[in-house]
């Protein structure tokens, strides 16, 4: 059975930096590709961004490309993601999910850690 911990949000002022956590089980951790995405208040998921099963690739959404950075450490099938510059829009729920960006949104994903960014 799948399972994803996602843990690492909280409250952050604008410009601040936080780092998110995601611990996998149930599957092959290294043998899969994983992704970010986050859902807004009121909004849908937005894919954040994704990276290759051994870590050698990465990929991201245009507003989150320069500040955010996802790395991965197979031997503790650990997903993280780094986040910097952050600002009042970058405000929701963060997931970290199983595979690489989906059309149809259906991503298995865990429970979520919310990130507020806020004075």
């Known amino acids: 059975q799948v399972q994803l911990v996602e843990s690492g949000g909280g409250l952050v002022q604008p410009g601040g930096s936080l780092l998110l956590s995601c611990v996998a089980s149930?599957?092959?951790?290294?043998?899969?590709?994983m992704s970010w995405v986050r859902q807004a208040p009121g909004k849908g998921l937005d894919w954040v961004g994704v990276i290759a099963s051994d870590g050698s690739f990465t990929s991201y959404a245009d507003s989150m490309e320069g500040r955010f950075t996802i790395f991965r450490e197979n031997a503790k099938n650990t997903l993280y993601l780094q986040m910097n510059s952050l600002t009042p829009e970058d405000t929701a729920v963060y997931y970290c999910a199983l595979g690489g960006r989906r059309t149809d949104g259906a991503y298995t994903r865990g429970q979520g850690t919310q990130v507020t960014v806020s004075y």
């Open positions: 149930g599957f092959t951790f290294n043998t899969f590709a």
